[in-house]
Every structure is written in C-alpha cells, then in structure tokens.
C-alpha cells in the first residue's frame, strides 16, 4: 500500500492545507457520528498546527498527514470518553444522519487493496455501518476506519493508538468483522428505492398493513429524541409493534408531509411540518426486500444540517 495515502503539501502551501478541510471533516465524522464533534476536532486540530512554531511546521514532511494523525488523536481521546457520557443519555443514541452529499471529495483506500477488506466510502456514513462502529473499542474504530476506508498504512496508524503496527492490524481486523457480521450486503438502490416509496405511500394513506407487510417479522427500530422530543426509549421489535409505533408517531404531527431523499448515503424519508425537517428515517432493506431495520432520528440538535437546507 502507498505510504503516503494523502497529499505531500510542502510548507508554504497553507491554502492547500485547508483545501483539504473537508477531508479532516469527513475522516472526524466517520470517527464520531456527528458533525457537530467533527467541527470541533477540526477547530482543535488546526489550532493545534498553529501553536507549532514557525520552525517546527517547516520540520513536517507532510502536513495533511500530521493533521489526519493530531485529528484521529483528538477523535480517538472522545471516542473514549464518549462512553461514559452516553451511560447519562436520554434513551437510544443514534449517529447523526445526513442529506445528500458529495463523498468523493475523499481518497478512498488504496485501489491495489483487495475490496473484499474495504468498506466504501459510501457504505461508511450509512447508519448501519456508524451504529456498528460504535460498538467497538475506540482503538478499534480508529485502526479500521484510517486503514480500511481512508488508505492510511498500519505503521501510521500505530503512531497515533499507540500500538505496534501489528496490533493495529488485528484492531482493523476485529472491526472489520464485526462490520461484515453484522451488516450484510443490502438489496440493489434501485430495489431499496422503490421499498421506501412504498413505505411512505402506506404512511400517508394510513395502510397499517401495508407498512407491516413491507417490515421483516423480526425488524428492528431505534429512535432518537435525546430526551427534547419524546420517543420509543429502547428498540422496538416485529413488524406490528414497528408500524403502529411509526403511524403513531406521524398521527401526532398531522402536518407532516413526507419526502424520499437521500439519507446518510441511501434512501430515506423525511417528514417535515411547515418546512422544517422534525423527523429522518433510514432503512436497511433485506435480500428479501424487505426493511430489517429502522433508525428514527427526531433529535432537533441532530436534525441541523437538514434543518439549514430547509431555510436556504
């Protein structure tokens, strides 16, 4: 694999440097789940390379590299951290979704690797693969998603965990299967697509078995409110009890009108009162076509990227 997965910028390019901000935001939220702590792990990390003097920057053969390693740092002490705050959160902790948006803006990982040991980069923001992650150990997660999506060779990565470049090849390893366990390959787009279309045509015309029809027997939904808009405080089970539980939720907000948009990199629905994004689903869609599981995201706070589409 290529020693240098990112790009060589010498010391009097400081507008590269922050060309390369995106890259930093999107390693930090593949990290953590949030954009908002992505942001912040920028904020400090940039801080951080202008704390060094004048001396000690010219010194880095590469600043994006020493920028993608003080950033893994910063995510990896949150990650740690991150747990013990969530012992106090408010029912289920989800990922944040996303709209939309453009990921190619990112070096994937080398393409001489085998893709049999790779996620995309597309596979790595979708809610499936970010619940995931966040069962493994910190050390686990960083090793993995460095390696595996963004190219970043072990003997880096073993700078920044603190391990020998062997460990942090058994960390990827163990994320890595945990990933391929537990998120088996979904249903073509274009199946996933129309699963969803049918999905939201049963919940604006109410067709309670429809929507139970369109649910695996076993399905699973999570929903997150962070305790500022009420919802289910643990996983909901079976088809029944998840599609009640969804047109009750919409029964409450008879204003809500539904939309199908791209969510964290495949199809969701979007329900929005007044033009403002109150709840996100996504969907994992089985081989059999149908949704296996649901995450209901109704957290304001983790709603802001589509509430400010909502106002441009």
């Not at 060589?8 to 507008?15: A, K, R, Y």
């Not at 942090?168 to 366990?181: I, K, P, T």
């Not at 081989?287 to 400010?308: N, Q, Y």
Request: hydrophobic letters at 40%; one cysteine or more; glycine letters at 8%.
């Amino acid at each position: 694999m290529n020693d240098e997965p990112f790009p060589e910028v010498g010391d009097d390019s400081l507008t590269t440097i922050f060309s390369e901000r995106r890259v930093l935001l999107n390693l930090a939220f593949r990290m953590l789940g949030s954009s908002y702590d992505a942001e912040d792990v920028v904020q400090e990390t940039y801080t951080r390379w202008y704390a060094l003097s004048e001396d000690a920057q010219r010194s880095i053969k590469s600043p994006m590299a020493w920028l993608v390693r003080v950033a893994s740092r910063i995510c990896l002490d949150q990650l740690s951290s991150a747990r013990v705050r969530r012992e106090r959160y408010v029912g289920e902790w989800l990922p944040e979704p996303l709209p939309e948006t453009s990921w190619d803006a990112v070096r994937p990982a080398d393409a001489g690797a085998d893709p049999a040991d790779q996620v995309s980069l597309d596979e790595s923001v979708t809610m499936g693969v970010l619940v995931i992650l966040d069962s493994v150990t910190p050390a686990e997660r960083v090793a993995f998603i460095l390696h595996d999506i963004f190219g970043v060779p072990f003997s880096e990565i073993a700078e920044t965990v603190g391990r020998t470049p062997a460990a942090c090849r058994q960390l990827a390893a163990s994320a890595r299967r945990r990933v391929r366990s537990a998120e088996p390959r979904g249903v073509a787009s274009s199946r996933h697509r129309n699963v969803v279309s049918a999905f939201k045509h049963a919940c604006e015309t109410g067709d309670l078995d429809g929507l139970i029809g369109l649910l695996d027997a076993n399905a699973v939904a999570r929903s997150d409110g962070g305790g500022r808009v009420r919802t289910a405080l643990r996983p909901i089970v079976g088809s029944d009890k998840i599609a009640r539980f969804v047109t009750g939720v919409l029964r409450k907000e008879p204003g809500t009108t539904l939309t199908e948009e791209q969510v964290s990199g495949q199809p969701g629905m979007v329900g929005r009162i007044d033009g403002t994004t109150v709840v996100v689903i996504s969907f994992d869609v089985g081989d059999d076509g149908l949704i296996d599981r649901l995450w209901v995201m109704m957290h304001p706070e983790k709603l802001h990227a589509w509430r400010a589409r909502d106002s441009s």
